[in-house]
Each structure stands twice: as structure tokens, then as C-alpha cells.
């Protein structure tokens, strides 16, 4: 049950332990024996269950608790418990599920183009970094956006150009001798984003100045909503002063990331991560996306969505890359498209990539999943509206 506060020991211990010794499927009822429902931090011995039918809502011990994965399946099962009750419980926490794609699988009118589905900015890579472009902007098409442009630095256009699928286009940004943005750069992506919805920028872009200053005019400046991912997010954290975003901002760090944003190490990130996840953006006004096991997305008011897709395959490079080209293509989308809010838009695309991770682990395994193959595998979770 969920009022257990301690580790089980004892008589309770040993029948936990049995049952897992045995290797028969387990359907746990509400929690699995043993796990602490409200406690994110203390790993013990509990049941191992292939279901869990939980009552009323999911307790946050089973899906950001160390022993998450002792639930197996979980399934939310009501048993009366009014739900004005629920609403009023104070928790800021809520779980993603495959009813936020259902706006993004609606279908197209049938005189569309391209510009209702949203054009695409995306500035990112360096020399020896070009593929973040490339994965971020294929992303980017792949989950419906109309119009998609890599604006890179000048001197690696070219074997961006030759590497990109030919859906994507490409424009030269002032860059060094070493393929890195120029100081000017920055003024240059505010006058294209002239023609565009929404900017994505960072992937693979280095720290060097000419990225930092291109990161801090964009986010100062920009006129349209701007996703900030990877080096975007370091730039920040090297700035002396303080940043804001006079437009809608979403920040995707990674726990290093994080940590340098609040002058943290990794491990205290994970540790303090509720916290974090609720309150950094209230301080700046943004919409955070912390990644990792169980990625959070949380807005201005303190709102937490917590995902519940995704697997540890994923956990590989260029993975992040491609949730910005999905986290860009769906605030585009929803600027022309439809009413959800930015959270529910940000919340989706993060849904999805783990589902496309979670697809593609079904038929690769962990082992060999690539970030491609999370891209390949969007259409699968896009197709069709399911239940």
C-alpha cells in the first residue's frame, strides 16, 4: 500500500523477496509492495510487478522513485475518489500521456501549405559538429513543420549542404577561420528571423564568443519563440549578467547543463530536480525542459509535466538534437495550427520523442539505437491518432 515510509524488513522483506525469486508475472495492486509512493530519493527491495493497477493517480515514488522500474506496466484505475479532490492535492506534478499528441494527428486541410505548418530556424554547428544541424532540422520536418533552414557558419555551409536530406535548406551565418559564428553573426540571425515562427538555437554550435554573443542576441531580441538546447543553454551560463527573452523561451538542458545554469554539479541536480524543475522557471519566465530519466517540462507557473516514455537507448549522441527539431516543429504548429498552450506544445514533442525512442527500441534493441533511428521511427507514433 502507499503508507509505508521505511524499507520493508523482517517477515515483509523475505515474502518480497519470494516473490521476486520466483519468476512468475506479479500484478502489483496500487503500489508494488514495498516501494515508498512518495519518496523520489530512497532506493529499497520491493516487489518487481509486471502490472501495477494503481487507484485514483500515479504516486510520484513510481515514476521518479529509484525503484520506477519495479512497476512494470501501470495502469490508473478510478475507485470514486471525486476528482475536484485530486485537483486540490497541491501537487504540481503531472503525468504526459498519448492524449497530447492527439492536436498534432488531426490531419491537414486541404488547400494547406507549407507556411500553415510553420517556418523553422534552426542555428546550430560548427566544424566537426555539423550533424547537430542536420539531425535537429530532419527532426524538425519529420514532425510536421512546413518549412525548415539550417542556418550554419558560412565555412562548413557547404558539407552541411552535402550532407542534409535535399527537404532542408541552408544559410551561411559570418563565420571564423575555424568554423565557428563570428561575433557579427548574431545581427545577421535577427534579420532572417524576419521570415520565420519560431528559432531553434545551439546544437553544436561551440562556446566560443562569437556563439555566446549570437545566443545572447537571440534570446534578448527575438521576435518569435526561441528554443534554446545544448550550447545555447552553456552560453547562458557563461553570461556575466543577467538574461531574459522578450518572447516565449524554452530551455532543454541535460542535468551538466543544468548545473552550470545554477552553479550545481550533476548529482545535486538530480537530487534537487522537483524543485528545480517547479521553480527555475518561475525565476526566469521560461519553459524548462530538464532531460534525462523521466524528462520534466515545467512553465512560468510551476506546472511539472513528467514524461513517461523513453528508455536508456536513447541515451546517445545526437538524441537531444533531435527532441529540438521536435520541440521547434510543434510550437510552430501550434502557432498556426491549433490552441493548445506552449506547455501542452513542448510537453507533446517531448511525449513523443521517447515514444519514437521507445518504437525503435521495439524493433533495435537499446544497444544500437541511434539518434536517426528515433527520427525514423516519428512517423510510426505520428501516424494514426490512437487511443
Same mark, same amino acid.
Not at 105 to 113: D, L, V
Not at 262 to 285: G, I, K, T, Y
Not at 316 to 326: H, N, P, R, V, Y
Given at each position: 500500500g502507499t503508507g509505508i515510509s521505511k524499507p520493508l524488513d523482517?517477515? %515483509? %522483506?523475505?515474502?518480497a523477496q519470494s516473490i521476486n525469486a520466483l519468476g512468475l508475472p506479479v500484478v502489483s495492486v496500487d503500489v508494488p509492495s514495498g516501494l515508498l509512493s512518495d519518496d523520489v530519493a530512497t532506493a529499497s527491495l520491493c516487489? /518487481?510487478?509486471?502490472l501495477t493497477v494503481t487507484f485514483t493517480a500515479p504516486k510520484i515514488g513510481m515514476v521518479l522513485g529509484p525503484n520506477a522500474s519495479a512497476v512494470g506496466e501501470m495502469v490508473v484505475a478510478s475507485i470514486g475518489s471525486p476528482p475536484e479532490l485530486v485537483e486540490q492535492s497541491g501537487s504540481p506534478f503531472s503525468l504526459m500521456t498519448r492524449d497530447l499528441l492527439a492536436p498534432f /494527428?488531426?490531419?491537414?486541410?486541404?488547400?494547406?501549405?507549407k507556411g500553415d505548418f510553420g517556418k523553422i530556424l534552426i542555428v546550430s554547428g560548427s566544424r566537426g559538429k555539423s550533424g547537430a544541424a542536420i539531425l535537429a532540422g530532419h527532426a524538425a520536418l519529420r514532425s510536421? =513543420?512546413?518549412l525548415v533552414t539550417l542556418a550554419v557558419p558560412s565555412t562548413i555551409q557547404d558539407a552541411v549542404m552535402a550532407a542534409a536530406p535535399p527537404e532542408l535548406m541552408t544559410a551561411g551565418l559570418?563565420?571564423?577561420? /575555424?568554423?565557428?559564428? =563570428?561575433? #557579427?553573426?548574431?545581427? +545577421?540571425?535577427? !534579420? $532572417? $528571423?524576419?521570415d520565420f515562427d519560431v528559432v531553434a538555437i545551439g546544437p553544436g554550435l561551440g562556446t566560443g564568443s562569437g556563439a555566446v554573443s549570437a545566443v545572447w542576441e537571440v534570446v534578448s531580441n527575438s521576435s518569435v519563440p526561441v528554443v534554446a538546447d545544448a550550447d545555447a543553454v552553456n552560453a547562458l551560463a557563461l553570461l556575466k549578467h543577467p538574461w531574459k527573452s522578450i518572447s516565449p523561451l524554452v530551455l532543454t538542458?541535460?542535468?551538466?547543463?543544468?548545473?552550470?545554469?545554477?552553479? !550545481?554539479?550533476?548529482? +545535486?541536480?538530480? =537530487?534537487?530536480?522537483?524543485? $528545480? @524543475? =517547479?521553480?527555475?522557471?518561475?525565476?526566469?519566465?521560461?519553459y524548462l525542459v530538464l532531460k534525462g530519466f523521466r524528462s520534466m517540462v515545467s512553465d512560468p507557473r510551476g506546472e511539472v509535466w513528467v514524461n513517461s516514455t523513453g528508455n536508456p537507448g536513447m541515451a546517445? @549522441?545526437?538524441?537531444?538534437?533531435? $527532441?529540438?527539431?521536435?520541440i521547434a516543429a510543434f510550437v510552430a504548429r501550434t502557432l498556426h495550427q491549433m490552441d493548445p498552450s506552449l506547455h501542452d506544445a513542448v510537453a507533446a514533442a517531448v511525449y513523443l520523442h521517447g515514444a519514437a525512442g521507445d518504437a525503435a527500441m521495439? /524493433?533495435?534493441? +537499446?544497444? #544500437? %539505437?541511434?539518434?536517426g533511428d528515433i527520427i525514423r521511427f516519428l512517423p510510426e507514433v505520428l501516424k494514426f491518432p490512437r487511443a
Open positions: 523482517g517477515f %515483509l %522483506l523475505f515474502i516487489v /518487481q510487478a509486471t /494527428q488531426k490531419g491537414r486541410p486541404p488547400f494547406s501549405h510536421g =513543420a512546413g559570418a563565420s571564423t577561420a /575555424q568554423g565557428a559564428l =563570428a561575433p #557579427s553573426a548574431g545581427k +545577421q540571425i535577427l !534579420r $532572417l $528571423l524576419e538542458p541535460h542535468l551538466g547543463e543544468m548545473g552550470r545554469l545554477v552553479n !550545481r554539479s550533476a548529482p +545535486q541536480v538530480f =537530487a534537487e530536480r522537483l524543485a $528545480l @524543475a =517547479a521553480d527555475f522557471p518561475r525565476r526566469h519566465d521560461c546517445t @549522441a545526437g538524441s537531444g538534437d533531435a $527532441l529540438t527539431g521536435i521495439s /524493433q533495435l534493441g +537499446q544497444e #544500437s %539505437l541511434m539518434a
